[in-house]
T-cell receptor, first 115, second 112 residues
Framework: NAGVTQTPKFQVLKTGQSMTLQCAQD?????MYWYRQDPGMGLRLIYY???????DKGEVPNGYNVSRLNKREFSLRLESAAPSQTSVYFC??????????????FGPGTRLTVL | AQSVSQHNHHVILSEAASLELGCNYS??????LFWYVQYPGQHLQLLLK??????LVKGIKGFEAEFIKSKFSFNLRKPSVQWSDTAEYFC??????????FGAGTILRVKS
């Protein structure tokens, strides 16, 4: 099992450009999450999907959209990138349907720089 | 709303020293508690977790954490650190009906 995979690993964008971050998991997990990690702020939840076909906003959803394409894949889209979106983005998945006791499994991250 | 506070952002220890990383949370109800670790260049992985039962939880690599409900704390401990423990450590809390909330992280550097 590859676990949680993310593409790309690195990306540089200019302000106003758009891009989609891809995430896939092969553990047959129900829930998937997108976080951003900024120095001194830990991980903050952007969006999550408790099950296939549903998505919900997290703590910092502004400027982002998501698509739960199927049970395996959960993509994050930046429609018009801004320098404030420079961050490391992590995708995660967990077995339950938004379960509180679930362990989340993380991908390797995407380091995004917006100039 | 839930929040998690990690007291120290940077900790530097010599090998064989004892480690205690503080974590306090604010949430009045039942909580599930986690410590995740991120080694340099790697992604986050679970170190240990507490859901119920014995408040002293043992995790991987000799780490343990104690849940003290009256203090809203879940401190991480290790009796003797190794150079390979150099990493960033995150405390996370999940209250009923809520999503996982992470602390700001503590960067641990162990000097050999």
């Amino acid at each position: 099992n590859a676990g949680v995979t993310q593409t790309p690993k690195f990306q540089v964008l200019k302000t106003g450009q758009s891009m989609t971050l891809q995430c896939a998991q092969d553990m047959n997990h129900n829930s998937m999450y997108w976080y951003r990690q900024d120095p001194g702020m830990g991980l903050r939840l952007i969006y999550y999907s408790a099950s296939e076909g549903t998505t919900d906003k997290g703590e910092v959803p502004n400027g982002y959209n998501v698509s739960r394409l199927n049970k395996r894949e959960f993509s994050l889209r930046l429609e018009s990138a801004a320098p404030s979106q420079t961050s490391v983005y992590f995708c995660a998945s967990s077995q339950g349907v938004g379960g509180e006791t679930d362990t989340q499994y993380f991908g390797p991250g995407t380091r995004l720089t917006v100039l | 709303a839930q929040s998690v506070s990690q007291h120290n952002h940077h900790v530097i220890l010599s090998e064989a020293a004892s480690l205690e990383l503080g974590c306090n949370y604010s949430y009045g109800g039942t909580v599930n508690l986690f410590w995740y670790v991120q080694y340099p260049g790697q992604h986050l992985q679970l170190l240990l977790k507490y859901f119920s039962g014995d408040p002293l939880v043992k995790g991987i690599k000799g780490f343990e954490a104690e849940f003290i409900k009256s203090k809203f704390s879940f401190n991480l401990r290790k009796p003797s650190v190794q150079w390979s423990d150099t990493a960033e450590y995150f405390c996370a809390v999940n209250g009923r009906g809520n999503k996982l909330v992470f602390g700001a992280g503590t960067i641990l550097r162990v000097k050999s």
